[in-house]
């Protein structure tokens, strides 16, 4: 809840999620909105929890008075960028600078501009990172930063407007402010787009995460999406397929079809990076490992274990199973690919307010 000193702070913490549907490319840019819908499974332990502290003086010199600025003679603008020029950004305890500040800063001028606050804010972030790195998040954290911004900012969003905010942030952010399995409604414009919780019937789900390798990866996702969507021929064609696919996933989860849904994970991820392998120039995130753990997954499977890949932009592996199989698949893939670090997920919670 608030503090009662200062009503403009608010923590908040949210999970990252797994697109088993995968959201590749925007027919908006600025409002990212995406060409097709995507279903996710929010996952624990991969959380980011942030402070948001909105604060109305400035390095301690006299009071900015901004947040009434208009009328004042002064053009808005000039006031608008001077109290940007006093946000700040902390990440696992190392102040940023730059790019990563800039994006945070230019999310809080959409919170500032709903919320007619228009003062600096202070954002501190904390990260739980599985293996050390590689697969930080940025729908963990722009779901937390939404909830944890807008509340300091003194709004009471709904679940829906709140995922309509963070998904500003981050396109797959929209997904993470609900747990368990998401869907997010590509819709056509800021008001239809937006993310909603799917009942998971009677499934019990696991993902194990399979380490290839954490190093940053050479192209960004958004970059790369962007290349895709204008270069790729085989773009269409996949953005046609997800519709399918995510009919049939919802069926088959309905239906409580696990072996169904993880046939059509699997599919559409490979779907995914076929259209972004045919990008020119390609984008091409898998290694040698990748491959390595694909073609364990395949054997887990002939083996009578139910597992299904799924990759982002990322060398990464994500393996789908029952929760009931999650540590067999896990000591399966240990032996198989020993060289890689795996790590057992249950489903996670939505974004949660402190
Ligand atoms: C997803 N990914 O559905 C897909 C699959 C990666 C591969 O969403 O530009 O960080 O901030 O909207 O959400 C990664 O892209 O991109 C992503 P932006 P985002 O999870």
Redesign the pocket.
Known sequence: GADVANPRVATASANA???LI???G?ADEEL?IPRAS?L?LTLDGLTSRTTVEFFDKVDGEEDADVAGGSGSGVDCREIYDYIKSADSLTIDDVPQQGKALDRVSRFLDIVRAQSGLHLPARVVSHNTVPFGAGLAS??SAFAALAAAASKAAGMDLSPRDLSRLARR?????CRSVFGGLVQWHAGHDDETSYAEPVDMGSLDLAVIVVLVSSDLKPVS??EA?RRTVATSPLYPAWVESCAVDLDEALNAIRQGDLERLGAITEANAFG?HAAMMASRPAVLYWLPDTVAVLRAVDGIRDSGLGAWSTM??GPNVKVLADARDARAVAAALRERVPQCEVEIHRPGSGVRLH
Do not use: E, F, T, V
């Open positions: 999620n797994i697109a995968k959201y590749w925007k990212i995507s996710s940025s729908a942030g981050s396109g797959s952010a996702s958004r999406m995914m982002d932009a």
